[in-house]
């Protein structure tokens, strides 16, 4: 376990030296600017806007930046020869893994928790009092990323681009957000049409379980937190089974 | 003596698949040898010629597809094969913004030393590569030479059996060679093994007890010091005569793929 | 490579229950979509709330914009006042089916302001099928059917519960309180225009202002008319 977070720290000071404080500094920029638009334009439903609208920037800089570090992260250090460095030292594939892994997820985590600051700056001063719904909204983001993450970790060892492994995981995502609407088209469907809608809903993800935004549950929340652990679970084992074998 | 690496006809041919047609390019075929403990053994070869593929084996970072590889009579990718094996990847990569000594404590721990042993081997290996006055310099500030010491010294931290050498005297000026061959000598000295490989032939000839060479693949000879020592050209012209007259290893190679 | 299998197959097995959890949702309906390529791009990301929001924006710059702005640039004679705003509701509220505030503006827009009840009627029948339990979609659509029948009296009674609600547009603020001010409850009135006045939405600030000076004429001039019957 120590030398799992002796790389998982390893691997956050690289994606701090390196990449999270411009993403968070776009990220500010853009939220600032639209907080002024959005006052001007939303009128009464200022506050929802600036909420919606700063959740969407979280939600999408945490996913591009996960899509980026993960499909990167394994090719870079085979790029660097890092890797060969870490894999001749006394540790197994797994610990490497999972302390890779970690450091994304915590770089991850750092960038979230930045962003949600400065968002929370801006809600502040516009009069708007703290609801725990933000936390789940924040929670909920996260996991849903984790998922995409665990996707592209899984794609960038299966193939020997980045670019197409943030294609699939990316592809995933915008699949997995239209199960739903996939879901309404099959019960109306009938034939090949709900055959193939009944096999995306097994094989794409989720992330409606995870949209918790302002109504959520006990039971929604455990739900969507357990299967999104489940799944991003499942692709990390394909991903330390492809590892264990994976020549470098 | 007993041996510390042992290939026994090992092969690999690394396999590539674009639109649906695989090519196949031989990394190494037919390759037997066995390296004995407190030897320095050195791996000659033009570019391609198989050098990484032999350590990649060695490490357990490939598995052969044919043949056998033997360290340590220890199976590869185990925790205990690993902490007896220092190694050195041509070129490696350091993250620029660490210090030396924050560097090489990332590597320490990662081979899985204890704090209080930590601190002593940090301070062995500093001093021992010469590092001391340049462990609180980041890695951006310092010069190639500086930067191979690190590479030693990560290799070494965790006082390991064998040490394998890719290419560790690569774009090193003189003195800095002659200090990193003094302190290859020291670890012989110490009862170290050292497989490595370099196109300084002139290093090689004064380090190696053996030197073995490469070409597309095959080990064509295997050289002891008293084969060069004292005959004109010394290793180098032993190496080009080798290679240039070695009409057999392509038809070889040809046959062994198909 | 034998573990291949039983992880897929476990893979596909928990995925395909867990799509059991999701909550139906009827999909928005492109084809009354001015941007459709855009809200697909947003229900794509997964950004349905910011997609309702941008198109609640949208709606709010097209009631606001003058006539001739509206959906049709030659509109034929007798054609209804801003057509638009039932299907631009209903995909708002399609992206996003609580979004009351959307709900609201424009049931409220189309009732008591342009005399569409059956619209406005639509949209909150569809929001009580969403929510039964829900006083504020009852005693609206009980307003809007007073209305209908021309009682002022009772849409304000109905609504009045309801106005302090965060989520009340202030076009309905408006309407309640130039209701009350026409009905001469000018406290009530007053309330309800001072809170348009201390409202960040300066959309009815200048109405407000004027309304408030203009009770306070009345006021005057009853003050006045009683001491001179005196």
Same mark, same amino acid.
């Given at each position: 376990?120590?030398?799992?977070?002796?790389?998982?720290?390893?691997?956050?000071?690289?994606?701090?030296?390196?990449?999270?404080?411009?993403?968070?500094?776009?990220?500010?920029?853009? +939220?600032?600017?639209?907080?002024?638009?959005?006052?001007?334009?939303?009128?009464?439903?200022?506050?929802?806007?600036?909420?919606?609208?700063?959740?969407?920037?979280?939600?999408?800089?945490?996913?591009?930046?996960?899509? !980026?570090?993960?499909?990167?992260?394994?090719?870079?250090?085979?790029?660097?020869?890092?890797?060969?460095?870490?894999?001749?030292?006394?540790?197994?594939?797994?610990?490497?893994?999972?302390?890779?892994? +970690?450091?994304?997820?915590?770089?991850? %985590?750092?960038?979230?928790?930045?962003?949600?600051? %400065?968002? %929370?700056?801006?809600?502040?001063?516009?009069?708007?009092?703290?609801?725990?719904? !933000?936390?789940?909204?924040?929670?909920?983001?996260?996991?849903?990323?984790?998922?995409?993450?665990?996707?592209?970790?899984?794609?960038? %060892?299966?193939?020997?681009?980045?670019?197409?492994?943030?294609?699939?995981?990316?592809?995933?995502?915008?699949?997995?957000?239209?199960?739903?609407?996939?879901?309404?088209?099959?019960?109306?469907?009938?034939?090949?049409?709900?055959?193939?809608?009944?096999?995306?809903?097994?094989?794409?993800?989720?992330?409606?379980?995870?949209?918790?935004?302002?109504?959520?549950?006990?039971?929604?929340?455990?739900?969507?937190?357990? !299967?999104?652990?489940?799944?991003?679970?499942?692709?990390?084992? +394909?991903?330390?089974?492809?590892?264990?074998?994976?020549?470098? | 003596?007993? =041996?510390?690496? =042992?290939?026994?006809?090992?092969?690999?041919?690394?396999?590539?698949?674009?639109?649906?047609?695989?090519?196949?390019?031989?990394?190494?075929?037919?390759?037997?040898?066995?390296?004995?403990?407190?030897?320095?053994?050195?791996?000659?070869?033009?570019? *391609?010629?198989?050098?990484?593929?032999?350590?990649?084996?060695?490490?357990?970072?490939?598995?052969?597809? =044919?043949?056998?590889?033997?360290?340590?009579?220890?199976?590869?990718?185990?925790?205990?094969?690993?902490?007896?094996? *220092?190694?050195?990847?041509?070129?490696?990569?350091?993250?620029?913004?660490?210090?030396?000594?924050?560097?090489?404590?990332?590597?320490?721990?990662?081979?899985?030393?204890?704090?209080?042993?930590?601190?002593?081997?940090?301070?062995?290996?500093?001093?021992?590569?010469?590092?001391?006055?340049?462990?609180?310099?980041?890695?951006?500030?310092?010069?190639?030479?500086?930067?191979?010491?690190?590479?030693?010294?990560?290799?070494?931290?965790?006082?390991?059996?064998?040490?394998?050498?890719?290419?560790?005297?690569? *774009?090193?000026?003189?003195?800095?060679?002659?200090?990193?061959?003094?302190?290859?000598?020291?670890?012989?000295?110490? *009862?170290?093994?050292?497989?490595?490989?370099?196109?300084?032939?002139?290093?090689?000839?004064?380090?190696?007890?053996?030197?073995?060479?490469?070409?597309?693949?095959?080990?064509?000879?295997?050289?002891?010091?008293?084969?060069?020592?004292?005959?004109?050209?010394?290793?180098?012209?032993?190496?080009?005569?080798?290679?240039?007259?070695?009409?057999?290893?392509?038809?070889?190679?040809?046959? =062994?793929?198909? | 490579?034998?573990?291949?299998?039983?992880?897929?197959?476990?893979?596909?097995?928990?995925?395909?229950?867990?799509?059991?959890?999701?909550?139906?949702?009827?999909?928005?309906?492109?084809?009354?979509?001015?941007?459709?390529?855009?809200?697909?791009?947003?229900?794509?990301?997964?950004?349905?709330?910011?997609?309702?929001?941008?198109?609640?924006?949208?709606?709010?710059?097209?009631?606001?914009?003058?006539?001739?702005?509206?959906?049709?640039?030659?509109?034929?004679?007798?054609?209804?006042?801003?057509?638009?705003?039932?299907?631009?509701?209903?995909?708002?509220?399609?992206?996003?089916?609580?979004?009351?505030?959307?709900?609201?503006?424009?049931?409220?827009?189309?009732?008591?302001?342009?005399?569409?009840?059956?619209?406005?009627?639509?949209?909150?029948?569809?929001?009580?099928?969403?929510?039964?339990?829900?006083?504020?979609?009852?005693?609206?659509?009980?307003?809007?059917?007073?209305?209908?029948?021309?009682?002022?009296?009772?849409?304000?009674?109905?609504?009045?519960?309801?106005?302090?609600?965060?989520?009340?547009?202030?076009?309905?603020?408006?309407?309640?309180?130039?209701?009350?001010?026409?009905?001469?409850?000018?406290?009530?009135?007053?309330?309800?225009?001072?809170?348009?006045?201390?409202?960040?939405?300066?959309?009815?600030?200048?109405?407000?202002?004027?309304?408030?000076?203009?009770?306070?004429?009345?006021?005057?001039?009853?003050?006045?008319?009683?001491?001179?019957?005196?």
């Amino acid at each position: 376990m120590k030398q799992v977070w002796v790389l998982a720290v390893d691997c956050l000071l690289e994606n701090i030296w390196n990449r999270i404080f411009i993403l968070v500094a776009l990220f500010g920029g853009i +939220l600032i600017y639209l907080s002024l638009l959005l006052g001007v334009l939303a009128v009464d439903q200022e506050l929802r806007v600036l909420m919606d609208s700063g959740l969407a920037l979280i939600e999408l800089v945490t996913l591009i930046s996960g899509l !980026y570090f993960s499909a990167t992260l394994f090719l870079k250090e085979i790029e660097t020869k890092t890797i060969y460095l870490i894999l001749s030292r006394p540790l197994n594939r797994l610990q490497y893994l999972l302390g890779r892994v +970690l450091g994304l997820l915590l770089s991850l %985590l750092l960038i979230m928790l930045l962003m949600s600051g %400065l968002h %929370l700056v801006l809600l502040f001063l516009h009069h708007w009092s703290w609801n725990n719904s !933000y936390l789940f909204s924040i929670v909920g983001i996260f996991l849903k990323v984790l998922m995409a993450t665990a996707a592209a970790v899984f794609f960038s %060892l299966f193939s020997t681009s980045s670019i197409a492994a943030i294609v699939f995981s990316g592809s995933l995502w915008v699949l997995g957000n239209f199960t739903p609407e996939i879901r309404f088209m099959t019960q109306k469907s009938s034939g090949l049409a709900a055959i193939c809608g009944r096999a995306v809903l097994f094989l794409f993800p989720h992330f409606e379980l995870l949209n918790w935004g302002a109504r959520f549950n006990r039971a929604m929340i455990l739900s969507g937190a357990s !299967y999104a652990l489940l799944y991003s679970s499942v692709f990390l084992v +394909l991903s330390w089974l492809i590892l264990q074998r994976k020549e470098f | 003596m007993s =041996s510390v690496i =042992s290939f026994r006809e090992t092969a690999k041919v690394y396999r590539s698949s674009h639109l649906g047609r695989t090519t196949k390019k031989i990394g190494l075929i037919d390759f037997s040898l066995d390296i004995e403990k407190g030897e320095a053994f050195g791996l000659l070869g033009l570019n *391609g010629s198989g050098k990484t593929t032999t350590f990649k084996l060695a490490l357990g970072l490939l598995t052969p597809d =044919s043949g056998t590889v033997n360290v340590f009579d220890l199976s590869p990718k185990t925790k205990s094969f690993y902490s007896r094996i *220092g190694y050195v990847p041509e070129l490696p990569y350091f993250h620029s913004f660490l210090t030396v000594k924050a560097c090489l404590k990332f590597y320490a721990k990662l081979s899985g030393l204890s704090q209080i042993d930590i601190s002593a081997h940090l301070e062995r290996v500093l001093w021992e590569t010469g590092l001391v006055a340049h462990q609180n310099k980041k890695i951006s500030e310092l010069s190639k030479g500086l930067s191979q010491r690190v590479a030693l010294a990560q290799a070494t931290i965790h006082n390991p059996d064998l040490l394998i050498l890719d290419e560790p005297m690569s *774009g090193l000026d003189p003195l800095a060679i002659r200090d990193l061959r003094d302190y290859l000598s020291r670890l012989l000295e110490e *009862g170290k093994t050292i497989f490595i490989s370099s196109h300084s032939i002139f290093e090689i000839e004064k380090l190696c007890h053996r030197v073995g060479i490469l070409k597309e693949g095959r080990l064509v000879r295997v050289l002891q010091r008293k084969d060069w020592e004292g005959v004109s050209g010394g290793l180098e012209n032993r190496f080009a005569e080798i290679i240039q007259n070695d009409p057999t290893s392509k038809a070889l190679l040809r046959n =062994s793929i198909q | 490579m034998r573990f291949w299998g039983p992880v897929f197959l476990f893979y596909f097995l928990f995925n395909g229950l867990f799509a059991s959890f999701e909550r139906p949702i009827s999909l928005p309906d492109f084809s009354l979509s001015k941007h459709p390529v855009e809200t697909l791009a947003f229900v794509n990301l997964g950004l349905n709330r910011f997609a309702a929001d941008i198109d609640m924006i949208r709606l709010f710059i097209y009631y606001g914009a003058s006539e001739a702005m509206a959906d049709d640039l030659n509109p034929p004679k007798n054609a209804p006042l801003y057509p638009g705003i039932f299907p631009r509701a209903e995909e708002i509220l399609s992206l996003d089916p609580y979004f009351n505030y959307a709900r609201l503006y424009a049931a409220g827009a189309l009732a008591f302001n342009l005399n569409r009840s059956d619209e406005a009627l639509r949209l909150m029948q569809e929001g009580l099928n969403l929510e039964p339990e829900n006083k504020q979609y009852k005693s609206y659509i009980a307003a809007i059917a007073f209305s209908k029948k021309g009682d002022p009296q009772k849409v304000v009674d109905t609504l009045s519960p309801y106005l302090k609600n965060p989520d009340t547009p202030s076009m309905l603020l408006n309407i309640s309180a130039f209701i009350y001010f026409r009905l001469g409850e000018m406290d009530q009135a007053t309330t309800l225009y001072q809170r348009l006045l201390d409202s960040r939405n300066p959309e009815y600030h200048l109405t407000a202002r004027k309304m408030l000076q203009k009770i306070k004429r009345h006021s005057y001039k009853t003050v006045q008319f009683k001491k001179l019957k005196r």
